[in-house]
């Protein structure tokens, strides 16, 4: 009889415990991505315009987009690989330009000049150089977007977690700040005479 009452309770117990695991198995990264709200971007490549991205059907074309999509995130590596983007983007549009000018002056100058057409010839190679490395920039910059919303919809998935946020009051973290405590005056405050509260 006592066997038989103890093999009901197990039956009976069994199934709760199990019900209480698979409550607690729910990532915390899904319900952090839930409370920010962070919806994920989708990317295409297409023949002209080579890598697009939209959320929620609206094209995300300016890093000021970017921007205001990542920031609710506050997650330093999305954030350091979109400002690398935006940053070499605009050398290579630097470069570029200035490989373009080289290139088409070489050009003209080997049209139109009669004799002595060698400094055209490396005017003209140097442009071309140039504007390919520019390319290279540019290509880097579509690399590191390209990386920075993969980390992003990483965590819009729930596949990484969240990390809490950094502590807004910066100056609590010196060793010299007062400790809140529950009670008054129990915080330890030194003189400038390595006295203790009044106590040698």
């Known amino acids: 009889m006592l066997r038989s009452l103890t ?19 729910t990532p915390a990264s ?4 839930v409370t920010l709200n962070l919806m994920p971007i989708d990317t295409r490549l297409t023949t002209l315009d080579g890598l697009t991205y ?20 506050n997650d330093f590596e999305t954030e350091r690989l979109i400002n690398h983007s935006e940053s070499v983007l605009a050398t290579s ?24 057409q060698t400094p055209w010839w490396i005017t003209a190679a140097s442009g071309a150089v140039m504007f390919d490395i520019g390319t290279l920039f540019g290509a880097d910059a579509q690399t ?6 993969q ?22 973290l010196l060793p010299g700040a007062p400790v809140s405590t529950a009670t008054p005056g129990a915080a330890v405050t030194p003189d400038t005479k390595g006295q203790v509260n009044g106590k040698p």
């Open 7 to 25: 093999l009901l309770v197990i039956l009976l117990i069994a199934p709760l415990s199990l019900c209480a695991e698979t409550a607690t198995a």
């Open 30 to 33: 899904t319900a952090a991505s």
């Open 54 to 73: 939209t959320q929620s059907g609206d094209e995300v074309k300016s890093y000021q987009d970017f921007h205001s999509i990542f920031d609710p995130l």
């Open 93 to 116: 549009k630097l470069v570029e330009s200035a490989g373009l000018i080289g290139a088409v002056v070489g050009v003209v100058g080997l049209v139109t000049a009669s004799s002595n």
């Open 144 to 149: 590191s977007k390209f990386n920075a919303v």
């Open 151 to 172: 980390r992003y919809n990483r965590f819009a998935y729930g596949r990484e977690q969240v990390l809490p946020q950094s502590s807004v009051d910066e100056k609590s």
